[in-house]
């Protein structure tokens, strides 16, 4: 018998054109028997960056974890959700369109899910399926890291009131600022969110209003912090028609957009001389608190950011 050579071992032919990801795939060399299962379920995912920031980090700490997007249409939640338990999977992250409708399938959720109506972590804890929202606490410690601020007595005005605004205004509802403004153009959906935490947090000044233009002016002048949290400024230049001019000198503009990076509406407060907060960081600590739920272990924030930053640059987070 012939000794087979590698020379002789036909290789497989990859149309790499054809499938463009196929050189930066994964080839799954550290994989083993023990390897732990995370992801994240979502639809569209292709462009997430949450793998990257894990992987990363699992790979910086030595963990013999595996973090892997699943695109899930909306008629296969249920079937995926089950997957956790049957498959041991420590956990997951849940985005877009299956924050609130994954609720349902869940053993429990945390306090604050039941306020804000959706959940963006799992936590498979001994089979049982525990949801969490890690998304206004990352912004709140994003505002913390990069610019020192503490909402306590603060007035902020939010932009917006969908689920995104919901999830920040519990977490900072709980740090006990002086106000809260929500301005959203659809006037009863800012109204009905108001309703839902007056009664639940005491000391804090809740209002709603419309998002028009010129009538923003009185609500902007004593405002500490405004928070877009609107979908208008992911398209390039695109921005609220908001009287920026208004807002004292001291006022931070917060845009939960990450990408584009810097959207349109910081570079008009940056232009004023207004601090700035992008959005990247809320998405980079809301992922290390994910992490910290699944592993107890704090994330090194420095290879969340770079990770994140990469998979941006090579056409990710869109
Ligand atoms: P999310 O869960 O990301 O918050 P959402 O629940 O769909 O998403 O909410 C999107 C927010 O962006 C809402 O406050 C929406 O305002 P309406 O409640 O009036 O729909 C706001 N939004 C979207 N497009 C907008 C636009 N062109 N101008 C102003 N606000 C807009």
């Known amino acids: ?9 036909k290789k497989p032919f990859i149309a790499r054109r054809s499938i463009p990801f196929i050189k930066k795939a994964s080839n799954g060399a550290n994989i083993t028997g023990k390897t732990k299962i995370l992801g994240i379920f979502g639809r569209p995912i292709s462009h997430t960056l949450s793998p990257a920031m894990h992987n990363a980090v699992m790979k910086a700490l030595g963990l013999d974890m595996v973090y892997l997007p699943f695109e899930v249409k909306p008629s296969n939640l249920r079937g995926a959700v089950k997957g956790i338990k049957s498959l041991g999977m420590i956990g997951v992250n849940i985005t877009t369109p299956h924050k609130e409708a994954v609720i349902k399938f869940l053993d429990s959720i945390s306090e604050d899910v039941k306020l804000i109506g959706a959940v963006n972590t799992i936590v498979n804890k001994n089979g049982q399926l525990i949801g969490h929202n890690t998304d206004g606490y990352g912004y709140i410690a994003s505002l913390k890291e990069e610019l020192g601020f503490n909402p306590k007595g603060k007035k902020m005005v939010i932009l917006g009131a969908g689920g995104a605004a919901r999830g920040i205004i519990i977490a900072l509802a709980a740090k006990k600022p002086k106000s809260i403004t929500v301005a959203n153009r659809t006037l009863s959906r800012a109204i009905s969110l108001i309703k839902t935490f007056k009664g639940k947090f005491s000391g804090i000044a809740f209002q709603a209003i419309g998002l028009d233009g010129e009538n923003l002016r009185a609500y902007f002048e004593d405002t500490n912090l405004l928070i877009n949290t609107t979908s208008v400024g992911m398209k390039k230049n695109e921005a ?19 990408n584009p990076l810097e959207t349109a509406l910081l570079k ?33 924030i420095d290879i969340m950011r770079k990770a994140a930053l990469k998979a941006l640059k090579m056409g990710g987070g869109r």
């Not at 087979?4 to 071992?9: D, E, G, N, Q, W």
């Open 1 to 9: 018998m012939n000794p087979v050579r590698s020379s002789h071992i």
């Open 240 to 258: 609220l028609k908001i009287p920026l001019d208004a807002l004292p000198k001291r006022t931070i503009v917060s845009d939960i957009i990450y």
């Open 268 to 300: 008009k407060a940056a232009k004023l001389g207004l601090a700035t907060h992008p959005g990247l960081g809320m998405l980079i600590h809301q992922g290390a608190l994910s992490f910290k739920l699944w592993t107890g272990i704090d994330a090194p």
